[in-house]
């Protein structure tokens, strides 16, 4: 089995910045793809950026130039900074891992939610 633990979330005023943490760890052989996704009140939830093990990075339009992704691999850690937040940014943000446990089971594991308000 995969643990994430997420840090970082809470408050924060229009134009600020936050940067979340999200720590695997369990049974993990390798993991692949490391990324975050987004829910606001009453909409789906949206991958908002995700890493893969080389390196690739993938971003929502919506977030393009305010937030960057990063993972450290020795912590089998990724991080989401984020710049220049708006109130749409606003929402539970969920990080998300693709790993291979020692099982050789593939999986997608969640964490537990990480609430970002931007508000003045």
């Known amino acids: 089995q995969v643990q994430l633990v997420e840090s970082g979330g809470g408050l924060v005023q229009p134009g600020g910045s936050l940067r979340l943490s999200c720590a695997a760890s369990?049974?993990?052989?390798?993991?692949?793809?490391m990324g975050w996704y987004r829910q606001a009140p009453g909409k789906q939830r949206e991958l908002v950026a995700q890493?893969?093990?080389?390196?690739?990075?993938t971003y929502a339009d919506s977030v393009k130039g305010r937030f960057t992704i990063s993972r450290d691999n020795a912590k089998n850690t990724v991080y989401l900074q984020m710049n220049s937040l708006k109130p749409e940014d606003t929402a539970v943000y969920y990080c998300n891992v693709k790993a291979l446990t020692y099982t050789l089971t593939s999986g997608a594991y969640w964490g537990q939610g990480t609430q970002v308000t931007v508000s003045s």
């Open positions: 369990g049974s993990i052989f390798r993991i692949n793809v």
């Open positions: 890493v893969t093990g080389e390196g690739t990075t």
